[in-house]
């Protein structure tokens, strides 16, 4: 296998590999390791091209590393990226391929599952290396993280209301849930729970049946979600949606949600602050699947119940970056990057907890 290590500004370390025999090309970044060694998911994606894939680990690297800061969970930021196609490109040599190119970071960089590899690729991965985590229930880990991430963006959507209106109650709130995926029903499950009425849409249509059916919603076309009159936007599906033809349209008093990367650009953290919506900042809502994943990494055994209780410090997350966007004047998305920017000024010099 070769490794190239491309020595990109602004990160701790970078490589592409290739390994001809068993066909992988993959990259890994670690951003930054000032509060603990980086981990991040190992995401399998048929890039068009080597600089796209560039262009998305930075991206994610970075991410993890201002979620992982907020959220207190003693790690860095890292991300890995196959390029392939995760349906049809995959084998346990390209994943043991895999595991020998984490094993070159020594432990800077544990690799776990994201969009395109399980939990069970994680286990080839592990064949070749011990820098791995966010394993399987039945190997002794953290397993699925989507219902610790809905646990922790229901409970920021709560924060986000009281922001709003001076009150968390859920209870006669109007909620429009674009994507009901792993995450997004169960946080639409919990929203049901405490009385809030539904307006979801996604594009499968069994996973819109199943919310009108179990949780009484109403089904909206996903073109039309973000017209929507509704008290919150709960973006679940995709990265990038609250942009300028979307945020023209949004008709909510809050945008609380899953998905990753929400802001097209960062400027658009701007224009909600203008429209006067209240953002909770997608990296400090959704961190509850790489809490739960903490837990795992530094127990040293995984404990379900430790998990939740630190999940459950994410309502708590959120109100304290919307209090410091309300002091300061400024979007609350650039206040979480300020609040983990502060974190790890702080954390420089410190004793790593691994
Ligand atoms: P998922 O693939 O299980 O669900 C995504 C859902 O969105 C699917 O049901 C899909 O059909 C739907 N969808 C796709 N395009 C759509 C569109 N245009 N309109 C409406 N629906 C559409 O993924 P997930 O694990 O539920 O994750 C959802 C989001 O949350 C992603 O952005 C992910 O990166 C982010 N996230 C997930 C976790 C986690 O623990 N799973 C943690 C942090 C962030």
Partial sequence: ??????????YERVAHAHD??????????????????????????????EADALTDVLRLAEGMTLKSAVANTGLGGGKAVIIGNARTGKSPALLAAMGRFIDNF??????????????????????????????????????DPSPFTARGVFLGLKAA???RFGSDEVRGRTVAVQGLGSVGMAVAQHL?????????ADIHEAHVQTAVEKLGARSVEPERIFDVPADVFAPCALGG?????????????????????????????????????????????????????????????YDE????????NIGEAVSAVLRLARER????????????????AAGKGAPKPH
């Fill in 192 to 200: 049901h729970a405490h009385g809030a009425k539904l307006m979801v």
């Fill in 20 to 49: 001809p025999v068993s066909g992988l090309v993959a990259l890994i970044a670690v951003h930054n390791t000032t509060l603990g060694p980086a981990v991040g998911g190992i995401r399998m994606w048929n890039y068009a091209t």
């Fill in 305 to 312: 119940a430790a998990a939740h209780a630190k999940v459950g």
């Fill in 106 to 143: 020594e432990g800077t960089y544990y690799g776990a599952e994201d969009v395109g590899t399980s939990t069970a690729d994680i286990e080839q991965v592990r064949t070749t290396t011990k820098w791995v985590t966010g394993l399987p229930r039945s190997a002794g880990g953290s397993g």
């Fill in 1 to 10: 296998m070769k490794i190239t290590d491309l020595g990109i500004s602004g």
């Fill in 241 to 301: 949606v609250l942009n300028d033809s979307t945020l023209a349209r949004l008709k909510c008093a809050v945008v609380a949600g899953a998905a990753n990367n929400q802001l097209h650009e960062p400027r658009h953290g701007r224009v909600l602050l203008d429209k006067g919506i209240v953002y909770a900042p997608d990296f400090v809502i959704n961190a509850g699947g790489i809490v739960n994943i903490s837990v795992e990494f530094h127990a040293g055994g």
């Fill in 161 to 163: 209301l009281a922001e």
């Fill in 329 to 344: 004047g400024i979007p609350s998305s650039e206040a979480a990057v300020q609040l983990a920017q502060q974190r790890i």
